[in-house]
């Protein structure tokens, strides 16, 4: 799974009035789903990211970093290719707004009017202008912010649950299994599985005809149990990724999600041996939160 849940870039905005489910009514929705080539949409995308990190040997700073950001983006994104999965994997966005606020000051990241190719090449995201790579600055805020397809491994309805009909008010438990297999390959972590576990809940329905909206909420905490590409003997204190999503879904799994909001809070402890003997301290805190919604 990539910082973003899946969704699929196809518009609808749906505006709908009370309804309420009879007892036996179960609805099977899909979270993930299916790109149509062709589809533009209208979207504002509100993204954040906070990191901090320090080592400590000997009461002695060998590193500290502490990075921050937030943007806002309003987009037209149209389809232009899938994969045999449907997850979009070439956008073209135009862009309306775009800007990053960092250290105190905001900037306009791209201009009004200006077109970026998106896309998905092998495991990596490709953003271009005019067949020119983005600056390294905007590549690191359009990543998190558009979700492209991936080729990996797992199923995100069977991880979050969402493969089977459920009724307006229940809780049913994640399958941890299908979640971990869902994380991208990039993931600096190993998880420990036993330890792994979440909920979603079904908190209402809305709408009627056509037009039901099933609004989903959903909570995970993962314990971390290793920072892969770490040097031998590197221990993992107490450590874990709290991720919770919510969002609107329609019914009518060909209509696209309406809005989502995701945050994933990862917290690391751990001790690095050094040449001398000592170990070093180290921690890690990383906030990522991304919002969007379709507009007409």
Known sequence: MKYTTSLALV????????????AEDSYLIPIDRAAIVGTSTNLIIEGEETM?????????ALKEQEDAWKSTLEVNCTVDKVDAKGNSTNLTLLIKKFTIEEKGKTIEALEKGTVVKASRVGDKDVFT???????????????????????????????????KPHKAGEKWDINVDELIATLSKGMPFDFNKDNTKGKMHFVQLSGSGANKLATLQGNIEMEIKGMKDMP???????????????????VDATKPVVNENLSMK????????????QKADMKMSVLMARKSKQVP
Do not use: C
């Not at 901090?52 to 002695?60: P, Y």
């Not at 031998?232 to 329609?250: C, K």
């Not at 990862?266 to 003997?277: A, C, H, S």
């Open 11 to 22: 518009t609808a905005v749906v505006f709908a009035s009370s309804f309420t489910a009879s």
């Open 52 to 60: 901090q990190m320090s080592i400590i040997a000997g009461g002695k």
């Open 129 to 163: 202008v005019n067949d020119k790579a983005v600056s390294e600055d905007v590549y690191k805020i359009l990543k998190p912010m558009i979700d492209l397809g991936d080729t990996e491994n797992g199923d995100e309805n069977k991880a979050f649950g969402m493969d």
């Open 232 to 250: 031998p003997g590197t221990e993992t204190g107490a450590s874990s990724i709290q991720i919770s999503l919510n969002g609107d879904f329609p």
């Open 266 to 277: 990862v917290n690391f402890n751990g001790k690095i041996p050094m040449p001398d003997g």
